[in-house]
């Protein structure tokens, strides 16, 4: 079984800076793509930043937040500044894995992580 694990959430101010990261855990042969995605109550989930040998960004947050990744550590970052309480969400990680044993890649999700962003 393959463990994604966020952490680095939290309550902050308008026009703060959090640093979130992700780390995959588990019977792990490669990762391809990793990405964080945002919920907020009442809406749908929706893509922030997904990056592999290139990055790719939701508009709302292009030249706030930057992704990267370590891959000799399996884990991904979301650095966030310049937040806006439109921010505030759980903020989930993903991952495209093949695992030891596996053929195909398959998605894994983390828990999430809470952001909040306060006026």
């Known amino acids: 079984q393959v463990q994604l694990v966020e952490s680095g959430g939290g309550l902050v101010q308008a026009g703060g800076s959090l640093r979130l990261s992700c780390t995959a855990s588990g019977s792990i042969s490669s990762i391809s793509v990793m990405g964080w995605y945002r919920q907020a109550p009442g809406k749908q989930r929706e893509l922030v930043a997904t990056?592999?040998?290139?990055?790719n960004y939701a508009d709302s947050v292009k030249g706030r937040f930057t992704i990267s990744r370590d891959n000799a550590k399996n884990t991904v970052y979301l650095q966030m500044n310049g937040l806006k309480p439109e921010d505030t969400a759980l903020y989930y990680c993903?991952?495209?894995?093949?695992?030891?044993?596996?053929?195909?890649?398959?998605?894994?999700w983390g828990q999430g992580t809470q952001v909040t962003v306060s006026s």
């Open positions: 990056i592999t040998g290139s990055t």
């Open positions: 993903n991952a495209e894995v093949i695992t030891t044993t596996g053929w195909r890649s398959r998605i894994y």
